[in-house]
């Protein structure tokens, strides 16, 4: 293989007994994906992220203490881009209950988890040799809102802004975004400020945005998102626009999922479970306010997350219940996708993440 081949990787709902990470060659052309590698004895490794050099790979999981209480866990892999396989490095317990999301710190010196089912999320070191170190620093969110899914605090995402210094939480159980201040020398989240939106919205991922002084969060409840100013050297959000994610007159039952931006900051895409879409919305190039401009089908039921490649040429969405990741060529112009033809058969895909070596 090239030195300088891309690659995509895939976590999923999977047993343990089965594979459920995947490693594929990107064609940066095409779009298309081919599997290289695939890894089993992971129980739910749902959602990954890569280092920043791409040979290494940290996915969440499930497992269980002495006690034989479900909890959280992390498992690191190496990556060999030439032979194209996973290798396996360690497996460390990160929070006392099951982790839905994880991500590193600019620095890839940290990972940051969170915890649906337990509304806290945790800071993890990463070792020299590239495992995972076991957890440095815990914090748990308390109270409720009014939508049934929050009776309790709900923790379901750890985003890092662009200079490093703060992570935003999204938590659904509690419609609040918290700012956490990075202290990495002493391994360590410091709680800084939070933001409450309005009740029932059930905030889940956040982006920044690549320039402007913006962040954007998804919210599952009710099919939003929000547009919020960012303060990076207060480190402080502040609510400015909410809009659907749904077409005028859509009256099923939907959860929105994931939310990212295409590289050049133009267009921002949030995904749909229900009307199994991906909302367009292009960006105000002043203010970062947001316009619609298409609800594109997902040709795949539920699109739990998605990824957009770093160049911009296309979307790659992975449907968990179309047991699909189907690729989306994105037109720069108009923020449009199409679908390419191409989409990799793997089985309760949610997780799309790319790298290149």
Do not use: W
Request: glycine content about 10%; proline content about 6%; aromatic content about 8%.
């Amino acid at each position: 293989m090239a030195a300088t081949q891309s690659f995509a990787f895939i976590g999923s709902y999977a047993d343990a007994d089965g594979p459920g990470l995947y490693a594929c060659a990107y064609d940066t052309e095409t779009g298309a994906l081919t599997l290289l590698d695939q890894a089993a004895g992971l129980q739910n490794p749902t959602f990954l992220v890569p280092a920043d050099s791409a040979r290494t790979l940290y996915t969440i999981m499930e497992s269980k203490d002495a006690d034989g209480h479900r909890v959280g866990a992390a498992a690191a892999f190496r990556f060999d881009p030439e032979a194209g396989r996973l290798e396996r490095l360690n497996e460390e317990i990160t929070l006392p209950a099951t982790t839905c999301h994880i991500t590193l710190d600019r620095t890839s010196r940290f990972a940051m988890t969170a915890s649906y089912h337990g509304g806290m999320i945790g800071l993890s070191p990463i070792l020299p040799d590239g495992r995972i170190g076991p957890v440095a620093d815990i914090h748990r969110h308390h109270g409720s809102s009014v939508h049934p899914a929050q009776t309790q605090a709900r923790a379901h995402s750890v985003i890092v802004d662009r200079n490093n210094r703060y992570a935003v939480v999204s938590d659904l159980g509690l419609d609040k975004l918290f700012v956490y201040k990075l202290d990495l020398a002493n391994g360590k989240l410091a709680p800084h400020s939070e933001t409450s939106i309005a009740p029932g919205s059930g905030p889940r991922h956040f982006v920044f945005h690549p320039e402007l002084p913006t962040g954007y969060g998804i919210n599952e409840l009710n099919s939003t998102i929000t547009v919020y100013g960012y303060d990076a050297e207060a480190g402080t959000l502040t609510a400015m626009q909410t809009i659907s994610t749904l077409p005028d007159g859509y009256e099923g039952e939907n959860g929105t999922a994931d939310i990212h931006l295409s590289p050049d900051g133009k267009f921002l895409y949030g995904s749909n479970r229900g009307h199994d879409s991906l909302a367009v919305c292009r960006v105000d190039p002043a203010s970062g306010r947001l316009e619609p401009v298409e609800y594109a089908p997902t040709l795949g039921g539920h699109p739990r997350n998605f990824g957009i490649s770093p160049d911009g040429r296309f979307a790659l969405v992975a449907n968990r219940d179309g047991n699909n990741v189907v690729t989306f060529a994105r037109d720069a112009e108009t923020g449009k996708l199409r679908p390419t033809g191409s989409e990799l058969q793997v089985s309760k895909p949610v997780c799309v993440r790319f790298a290149a070596l």
